[in-house]
């Protein structure tokens, strides 16, 4: 079974920077791995992704201030935020995705809070 585990949150100032982790457990691959943030009261949205050949995609709205990357074995990926800002408080989920055959499986850390004050 795979299982995500993220770390690295906490309360900074605005314009400060924060650095997530997330380990993967339970396979060596993934098809990509992504990060999506949660803020309070609102729906959980996408942040960045990374593709096993460090193709890389961000929501505009952290382009140019947060950074995904991954590890050489390809089962761990982080996020370097950095200019954080408040509206960038919420709680931080770990995705990964693979294909088990012919069907997409995705798996879902237990996420980890950020808050940013002003």
């Known amino acids: 079974q795979v299982r995500l585990v993220e770390s690295g949150g906490g309360l900074v100032r605005a314009g400060e920077s924060l650095r997530l982790s997330c380990v993967a457990s339970?396979?060596?691959?993934?098809?990509?791995m992504a990060w999506y943030r949660q803020p309070p009261g609102m729906e959980r949205d996408w942040v960045a992704r990374?593709?096993?050949?460090?193709?890389?995609n961000y929501n505009d709205l952290v382009k140019g201030r947060f950074t995904i990357s991954t590890n050489n074995a390809k089962n761990a990926v982080h996020l370097q935020m950095n200019n954080l800002r408040p509206d960038d408080t919420g709680v931080y989920y770990c995705?990964?995705?693979?294909?088990?055959?012919?069907?997409?499986?995705?798996?879902w850390g237990q996420g980890t809070e950020v808050t940013v004050s002003s």
């Open positions: 995705n990964a995705e693979w294909w088990d055959y012919d069907h997409p499986k995705s798996a």
């Open positions: 339970g396979r060596s691959s993934f098809d990509a």
């Open positions: 990374i593709s096993p050949r460090n193709n890389t």
